[in-house]
């Protein structure tokens, strides 16, 4: 038994037919006649042209510029075009599209957070993203012992990569209790017990030696000596002069 095409296939055929004939007339004598007959034109090199200046050169020779993408390049100023395409000196069709890659100048790259860390830790942290540890400054404080608890930079801040970041390292907190013992040799007796009061350290055992060239009660000598380190509180014993005797030395 045959089958027959009705009238309605037959009608949506003779409409595709028709569709195609009229793209390909079209095709042939309007689209690839004005193609053919566009002008041709030589791509200009705007490599190295601030971004303004590179797409007016191209409108002004009826290209259309078209920003594709922005790369780092530590070579070129922020901005400048630093790659195009097609390449300068192709020949194009009025109205080709030209790419342009603009120059972001130097990557930076963001401080990472440092507080709390260890000056190791922190070195590590900063070298895996290209920058350098600055200065390390000591200072008394709450913090642990060795822990960083501030720093140069923010964290989040941009900068440029192999920038130095100082910080500041706790040595723990200043015992309060120490003093340093300071110079009593030349003094009298009664300054030495001065400057020992103001230091909240006492005079401890006075050994007197005669002496026949000092004043009476002249410190010669003292234990512990200048620069040592003792507790308030503390006793600083002293060698002082008496009028020279025959007498032996006496000890308090």
Not at 39 to 46: A, W
Not at 131 to 156: H, R, T, W, Y
Not at 197 to 208: C, P, R, T
Not at 218 to 236: F, N, R, W
Request: glycine share 8%; hydrophobic share 40%; proline share 5%.
């Amino acid at each position: 038994m045959k089958k027959f095409i009705n009238k309605e296939t037959l009608r949506y055929i003779f409409i595709g037919l028709s569709s195609l004939i009229i793209l390909g007339l079209v095709f042939n004598y309007i689209l690839l006649p004005w193609y053919v007959s566009s002008d041709e034109l030589i791509v200009p090199n705007v490599i190295g042209m601030s971004t303004e200046q590179a797409i007016t050169v191209l409108d002004d020779l009826d290209l259309e510029p078209i920003v594709a993408d922005t790369t780092y390049d530590e070579k070129l100023p922020v901005g400048s075009i630093m790659l195009q395409k097609p390449k300068a000196g192709k020949i194009v069709k009025e109205n080709r599209r030209i790419y342009l890659f603009v120059s972001g100048g130097e990557q930076l790259v963001k401080i990472p957070m440092l507080k709390g860390k260890t000056i190791r830790d922190a070195k590590f942290y900063l070298d895996r993203i290209g920058l350098k540890m600055g200065n390390i400054d000591e200072v008394p404080s709450s913090n642990p012992v060795g822990i960083i608890f501030d720093q140069q930079f923010a964290e989040g801040t941009p900068v440029k990569k192999g920038t130095n970041v100082s910080v500041t390292v706790s040595v723990g907190e200043i015992d309060t209790t120490i003093v340093t013992v300071p110079n009593l040799i030349g003094k009298s007796l009664v300054e030495a017990e001065l400057i020992l009061s103001e230091l909240n350290l006492k005079v401890g055992k006075l050994n007197y030696q005669g002496s026949s060239s000092l004043l009476p009660n002249t410190i010669l000598d003292q234990y512990p000596s200048q620069g040592s380190q003792a507790h308030k509180g503390d006793s600083v014993d002293l060698f002082v002069t008496k009028v020279a005797s025959s007498g032996e030395e006496k000890v308090e």
